[in-house]
Each structure stands twice: as structure tokens, then as C-alpha cells.
């Protein structure tokens, strides 16, 4: 599949979809994938970042994953960043760390996800509690405060 065919499928799958900020959830797709990118992510990346989500939030089956016209890279890194239910945060983060990839779109996923401008939009504690989990998962997965973040 070509990027934009990824990208329409990542589109569709979380169509009606919205993040915590009642923002249209393709936006959060958009800004990982062009994060991978700006941080020198290849084509297989870019399309794991469209598709992060797909599985975790029940809008793709992982059968269906398997059976799309992907790289095993790619769905490799898909799955790596897709977190598991009861997972602890440090399973979760050696899963990720050791998949070849999946750091990197984690990396573009926590920056956007932990943007200012993104936060300032949630309440309070909202945005505390997301902040600390957001500091944690960079500290596991060895990722200085600040770095890569756009």
C-alpha cells in the first residue's frame, strides 16, 4: 500500500473519532505521521504513525492488520505501540524499545500528545494526570525531556 492509500485507510478507520480535546482524532494521526517524518522516520514508520492507534482503539482488527498489504515492519511497529489491556507501562515500554522502529513513532506520539497547546485545551487535572504519564513513558523509554519534541 502507498502512503496515502495507508493514510485514507488510517482516515476511515477513525472516522467520527475524537481526541480528549473533542478535536477531530485524524489531526493526532496527521501531526505523528509528519513527526516521524521531521525526525527522519522512513516510509514504513510514517505508515506505522497513521495507523498507531488503529488497533489499540478497536477501529482495525489486528486480523485484519495481518492481512493488509503492510510491510512486517511496519506491522511490527504497529503492534509494539499498540498497548496491551493490564499491560504494565514497563512491559509496554520494552516491547517498544525492542522493536526495531517503534521507538521513534512512540517518540512522535508523546510529543504530540504532550504539545502545550494540545494540553492547554483539557482541565486541570486532566492535564496533570496526562502529563505525568506522558514524562513517565519518555523516562522508560529513555527519551530526555525535550528531545525530538517539535
Do not use: C, F
Amino acid at each position: 500500500m502507498s502512503l496515502a492509500e495507508i493514510e485514507a485507510v488510517a482516515r476511515a478507520a477513525h472516522t467520527g473519532q475524537t481526541d480528549k480535546a473533542g478535536r477531530p482524532y485524524a489531526e493526532h494521526l496527521r501531526a505523528v505521521a509528519e513527526g516521524v517524518r521531521a525526525r527522519g522516520g522512513d516510509e514504513e514508520q510514517i505508515a506505522a504513525a497513521w495507523l498507531h492507534d488503529a488497533v489499540e482503539d478497536d477501529r482495525l482488527s489486528r486480523r485484519r492488520l495481518e492481512e493488509a498489504a503492510l510491510t512486517r515492519r511496519t506491522k511490527d511497529i504497529v503492534l509494539a505501540v499498540t498497548k496491551r489491556s493490564g499491560e504494565s507501562p514497563e512491559a509496554y515500554a520494552a516491547r517498544i524499545l525492542a522493536t526495531p522502529g517503534a521507538l521513534l513513532v512512540k517518540e512522535a506520539d508523546l510529543a504530540h500528545n504532550a504539545d502545550p497547546a494540545r494540553l492547554a485545551a483539557l482541565d486541570g487535572p486532566t492535564r496533570t494526570r496526562l502529563t505525568e504519564k506522558y514524562a513517565r513513558m519518555r523516562a522508560l523509554l529513555g527519551l530526555v525531556a525535550g528531545e525530538g519534541d517539535s
